[in-house]
């Protein structure tokens, strides 16, 4: 999809607060009201703009474990991904999966409210799988830096 400058300005706008009304963007970004809403429809159509979600302080809503768990496989078949990709993508624990390159297949963001729940969701939900051959924790200590807007602007 080909962006214009106003097309970037309005997404980068969008990514920073979506409560504001169309009137006000419109304004922001130098478009008419009627032009604003049509181009936010026709980015929902394409799949631009995926959905509009609040974003939540884990900790503040009782999440105070974060880890990121790398995942190996044991063996590498289209049918064990489809089943650890499927089984992982129900998992309301997982925040992201991604598969990646190297010595493991995966790695997931994953939260929990304390240390118990994260060994019962590790032991139960991804030791006990069967393609799993084993897990690797590395627990977050702090958060430096969390955004969800891509670099639209330049």
């Not at 995966?106 to 032991?123: C, G, H, P």
Request: hydrophobic share 40%; proline share 3%.
């Amino acid at each position: 999809m080909k962006l214009t400058r106003t097309d970037r300005r309005l997404l980068a706008e969008l990514q920073r607060d979506t409560t504001r009304n169309q009137g006000e963007l419109a304004e922001i970004v130098g478009m008419s009201r009627t032009s604003c809403w049509r181009r936010i429809r026709d980015f929902e159509e394409a799949g631009l703009i995926q959905r509009q979600v609040a974003l939540l302080d884990p900790k503040l809503a009782g999440f105070n474990i974060q880890v990121l768990l790398l995942v190996a496989m044991k063996e590498h078949s289209d049918e064990n991904r489809q089943n650890f990709e499927r089984h992982v993508s129900l998992l309301p624990e997982v925040m992201e999966c991604f598969s990646v390159s190297g010595e493991r297949d995966y790695l997931l963001q994953v939260i929990a409210r304390d240390m118990d729940s994260y060994n019962d969701f590790l032991n139960a939900q991804i030791l006990s799988h069967a393609a799993v051959r084993s897990a690797s924790s590395t627990f977050v200590l702090r958060r430096v830096k969390y955004s969800t807007a891509l670099p639209l602007e330049p």
